[in-house]
């Protein structure tokens, strides 16, 4: 699945979306590269975020209701109630059916959540399974946004690039990786990093510790967040690309299947901005959780992402929805187990 472009987004998403009639209760409501809404709910500040899933053929109960509780972590807000729709491409599937709810109950158990309710059902018109998950939580401390970056603040990375989009090939198109020359080892790694697709604990902990800005890399993966992050704060973030973090095992699928692990969906890690003074505490906070934490990049005056490698600086203006690593392979490689 791919995100429409900026343009189509401001025409045909944001512009009707403007016309409606204001509601005071409505703090935050949808703006682009933020991760929540927040409604005032007569006293609790009430925060929620849904999102699809149908780049995935295994897995997909886990995978949803992660990629969605990860978006309320991300603005330092828990994540309570579930809501969950589950559709598939035909009423023979029930056994596919239980497996997404099994998954999805077992995910919501990690992270402290409840599935409250949702719907479940199938259609002609899906080729593979769809699930989508709205996770609501009350904000009872700061909220982090993903524009709250101030110039002078360090910008850091949890875990890698590409951890996602690297499970997911790893587990939906194995007998591609094998003939791509990947080893069954390899493999196995690959499909790991679905362990580690969760950012709850490492997003409230950070938050904590002084998150200036906090984004969760999804569709566009590291480049696009980073892009998402200096949009929404006015501000330019300058990134030292040797910095960045990716596993070996990203690494070797990203040769193996030609992809740009920095533009590659990257649930399982987190961007953020901390002031310097904030740093040491922030580094405490991942070494409990045992979680990497690298600085990349400083946040400076001005607009755009300036990538900074040995070959030279590439200088990034806009940012891009409809680009994703992922979605692009997908589209050469069809649907899992088609080749």
């Known amino acids: 699945m791919s995100k429409f472009s900026r343009p ?4 045909a998403v944001y512009a009707p979306l ?40 295994k897995g997909i109960g886990r995978l949803a209701v992660h990629v969605a509780c990860n ?24 056994g596919d059916l239980k497996t997404v709810m099994d998954e999805a109950v077992e995910a919501a158990a990690e992270v402290g959540a409840v599935i409250v309710g949702g719907h479940s059902g199938y259609t002609s018109a899906l080729s593979r399974p769809l699930v989508a998950v709205t996770a ?50 390899e493999i196995a790694q690959g499909r790991g990093l679905s362990a580690v697709l969760s950012v709850v604990p490492e997003g409230l902990a950070l938050a904590a510790a002084g998150a200036t800005a906090m ?65 040491p ?15 990349i990049g400083t946040v400076e005056a001005g607009g755009g992402v300036r990538l900074c490698g040995p070959d030279g600086e590439t200088f990034l203006e806009e940012a891009e929805p409809e680009q994703d690593e992922l979605a692009r392979l997908q589209e050469l490689l069809g649907p899992p187990g088609g080749r």
Do not use: N
């Open 215 to 279: 984004h969760d890399p999804t569709r566009g993966g590291v480049v696009e967040a980073l892009l998402e992050m200096a949009e929404a704060s006015g501000k330019a973030f300058r990134v030292d690309c040797s910095a960045l973090p990716v596993p070996p095992v990203v690494r070797r699928f990203a040769e193996a299947f030609a992809f740009d692990p920095l533009r590659m969906i990257s649930s399982g890690t987190l961007v953020l901005t901390l002031p310097e003074e904030k740093l």
């Open 18 to 57: 403007s016309r409606q009639e204001k509601d005071p209760s409505v703090l935050l409501g949808s703006r682009f590269g933020e991760d929540i809404a927040l409604v005032d709910a007569g006293g609790a500040l009430v925060a929620s975020h849904v999102d699809p899933i149908v780049g995935a053929a």
């Open 136 to 185: 609501m939580g009350v904000a009872e401390g700061r909220v982090v946004s993903t524009g709250g970056a101030q110039e002078g603040d360090r910008i850091c990375l949890t875990r890698g690039a590409g951890l996602e989009g690297t499970a997911i090939l790893a587990t939906d198109y194995e007998k591609e990786a094998i003939r791509l020359g990947l080893t069954p080892d």
């Open 281 to 295: 505490r922030a580094r405490k906070a991942a070494e409990e959780l045992l979680l990497p934490l690298a600085v």
């Open 71 to 94: 978006d309320l972590a991300s603005s330092a807000v828990r994540p309570r109630w579930l809501q969950l729709l589950v559709l598939l491409p035909g009423k023979e599937r029930t």
């Open 8 to 11: 189509v987004l401001e025409r």
